[in-house]
């Protein structure tokens, strides 16, 4: 399976347009550093990162892959002023930014010679991206897992919006319920350049979660997870009991003080890497339910370039 | 462009895996028998129709195509068991069944040797379809317009895990976020039979909504629609004054009787049928930000059946 003259695999110089999606408390350097040996597009997601720890995953991951990796930064996280002078002084090539704008951090980095690129919810923060020079859009849909925009539009319908308006002038992936090579090949169809995966990712072998959390990913079945907390930051995750108390306060009318307070802090970190599972928050994304093993990196990239090839002869 | 051995096509012994979903004040006998005659499923909506007025349609229809056509039936209207005698005395040979439970008119409809399929919002509803002898399942993600489920799965994550459950036994058909060949090809991928499309059907010449609807509909960008009323019964529309005074009911903490007086009688006629913007309920799906012209039944088939083929060919 070749991906000859893809837009994606030129600007990254990468084998696959297959980027592994940055997330808190799954992709440290063991995950991003195998999704870039086996031919994708690793990257460390620093939102769960404090600054120091950041520069020992990006340290690592340089002497776990001589291929191009990235750091995904969550612009709604603390530090990032710091997180940005690590990524620079580390020489990082490439970052994906998101929860944010793309105005803030693009041309910084970019006269630093790395290589933007930014998480889109909808059509007109993917023109602002192109007008401020970002060099690839990622565009994620509702059904994504974790933090989530407010416009609530899906994959479907988001990513061809988003090609009609910026395909010409820069790669869009697409990001959001993509767990397999039939998904690939429907948001390629769509117009997409490539495929930014998550959930997928979070349960392997090399996903730095917790073996509770890819377990009762497991088991989820396919409306196992809910888009909550709207009223601070839009979070998909798993029903829990956790979720269940702030159902219960959202019912009785809670204000986002009140919401804030429940959420407390160390939530994601809780259920994602210490695998509480009733008092954690379960970060994962609606394709969950067609999740049912926990293989290797490889193996899951075998599958979808097999799956791939297959989905297209059937088409043809 | 021949789909040659596909389930759908034999199913119902038409040309092209093409329905066109059952839509309140837009998909009378016009748009259904245009459909029908252009080598679709043509589907007669029901669920806006007073009983007398639904067995006009159906004779109509039978007199402008001999192709085959369909009558949809959300289950929770009133007036069900009149609609499904009128079906049954007209000699419908399709129905499409939803906003209810498959196991409560499947077998009747099928004793008078009716071919019924069935929409659902998940899995668990899917394999039920198949126990209550369905013959087609449409599966309709959350991005769609109109009367929408609880479980908020998209399209792109609803399709494969539906197909993994049950395309075994009966084809599928995948619904919400559909406008054009893309879209068709991407649900394809996923494993699905065939497409449902609503919103593109909506806006053409044939469809009986108001013109103000029409060019509101060429007016929205991506963003523009929202699920709301979920206390109630959840409904994409776009949002409007209307919508707006619904929201900040909601935000006062109203309750689902305060709401529905809100609601009252008749609102998606007046926003679809008789063109009030501002008071009406503008029930349309997300992929309406991809529609900018009003064209012909027709033209919008033969646009379709060329975005496949040309999209096709790029993915191989």
């Known amino acids: 399976m070749t991906f000859s003259n893809n837009r994606v695999c030129s600007l990254f110089n990468i084998q696959y347009p297959i980027v592994q999606g940055g997330m808190v408390w799954c992709s440290g350097w063991k995950l991003a550093s195998s999704v870039s040996n086996n031919g994708g597009l690793g990257l460390i997601g620093a939102g769960s990162m404090h600054p120091d720890v950041l520069r020992d995953h990006i340290r690592k991951c340089k002497t776990a892959t001589a291929n191009p990796f ?11 002023e ?17 929860a944010g704008n793309p105005a803030n951090w693009t041309s910084h980095l970019k006269s630093h010679n790395i290589k933007v ?31 989530n925009g ?10 061809p919006q988003v090609v009609d308006a910026i395909s010409e002038y820069v790669p869009v992936v697409a990001a959001g319920g993509i767990g397999d090579g039939r998904g690939m090949v429907a948001v390629m169809a769509l117009g997409a350049d490539g495929v930014q995966i998550g959930s997928r990712f979070a349960v392997t072998e090399e996903s730095s979660a917790h073996e509770n959390f890819k377990k009762a990913v497991l088991d989820a079945d396919d409306t196992r997870t809910v888009l909550t907390l709207k009223q601070i930051t839009s979070v998909r995750l798993m029903k829990n009991a956790f979720y269940e108390s702030i159902r219960e306060a959202e019912l009785n009318g809670a204000d986002e003080q009140t919401l804030r307070q429940l959420l407390g802090k160390g939530r994601a970190k809780r259920g994602i890497f210490e695998g509480d599972l009733e008092n954690g928050e379960l970060e ?33």
Chains 1, 2 share one sequence.
């Open 284 to 316: 994962i994304g609606q394709i969950s339910g067609l999740i049912r093993d926990i293989p290797t990196v490889k193996q899951v990239i075998d599958r979808i370039l097999v799956e791939y090839s297959t989905t297209v002869k059937t088409l043809s």
């Open 150 to 159: 407010k416009d609530e539009l899906t994959t479907m319908v988001l990513v």
């Open 82 to 98: 710091m997180i940005m002078q690590i990524i620079i002084e580390e020489g990082v090539e490439i970052v994906f930014t998101s």
């Open 117 to 147: 690129a930014h998480v889109v919810p909808n059509v007109k923060l993917a023109r602002k991206c192109v007008e401020k020079g970002v060099d690839l859009v990622v565009c994620e849909g509702f059904e994504a897992g974790g933090h």
């Open 70 to 80: 990235g750091v995904n930064v969550p612009l709604l996280y603390p530090d990032i």
